[in-house]
């Protein structure tokens, strides 16, 4: 369950620079998630989020766990909204300077594989959450913010759920998110230092690779399992 609360968090945004080549059939519907330069931080969050929620409570092939319509949905309705090199680079800190480049580059293309996989399995699982978002403190000029929001669920209390954004040419991107309390860039960090210090950054790589195979043979979880 709090796998869930997470990615409907996280579905609300995402980007990365073209690891994953959007469906031919999906090229209208990604037009249509392009950044916008000029919208305020939060209006392209609630924005985003009432798209992906509205499209995963009603679309049947994805409650059903259809894997390619799901995946089609991030890409076209996520992959716009969040920087991954930054999140990953702040993952790894100061390995990530030590790095080549060409490690820098794998590194961010598996931890965005894998963070898109995690996202999908949970869109799939999707019923009746809503969001709710906190007035933005922010001066205009401000270049970083955070938006505040929780998630309301059928049982329990609401999820808090914040989001680190920064503003880049082309809109406000996503760069870490805080989910009860604990920011995701933090929680990838230790494992992140962990398998560095035993195999490198080739080892961590390998790792995520690793991972990421696996999730792309499992089965994704639906809302009636």
Do not use: C
Request: hydrophobic letters at 45%; a positive charge; proline letters at 4%.
């Amino acid at each position: 369950m709090k796998l869930i609360k997470t990615v409907i968090a996280l579905a609300i945004a995402a980007s990365a620079a073209g690891a994953f080549v959007v469906p031919a059939t999906a090229t209208a519907q990604n037009a249509a998630a392009a950044p916008v330069a000029n919208e305020a931080p939060d209006a392209l969050i609630k924005r985003i989020s009432s798209e992906v929620l509205d499209t995963a409570k009603n679309d049947k092939e994805i409650q059903a766990g259809n894997q390619k319509r799901i995946m089609d949905l991030v890409e076209t309705k996520i992959l716009p909204y969040v920087d991954f090199q930054r999140m990953t680079a702040l993952a790894a800190g100061r390995h990530w300077r030590e790095a080549t480049p060409e490690q820098q580059k794998q590194l961010s293309v598996e931890f965005r594989t894998l963070l898109i996989y995690t996202y999908s399995g949970a869109l799939s699982q999707v019923k009746n959450e809503t969001i709710d978002f906190k007035p933005l403190r922010a001066d205009p000029a401000d270049t970083e913010v955070e938006v505040r929001s929780q998630v309301n669920v059928a049982r329990g209390e609401p999820v808090v759920l914040n989001y680190r954004v920064a503003k880049s040419p082309t809109g406000w991107k996503i760069y870490d998110i805080n989910v009860l309390g604990a920011w995701l860039v933090e929680a990838y960090k230790g494992t992140f230092n962990t398998e560095i210090s035993k195999g490198g950054v080739d080892g961590l790589i390998k790792t995520l690779q690793a991972k990421n195979k696996s999730l792309a043979n499992k089965p994704m979880k639906t809302a009636g399992k």
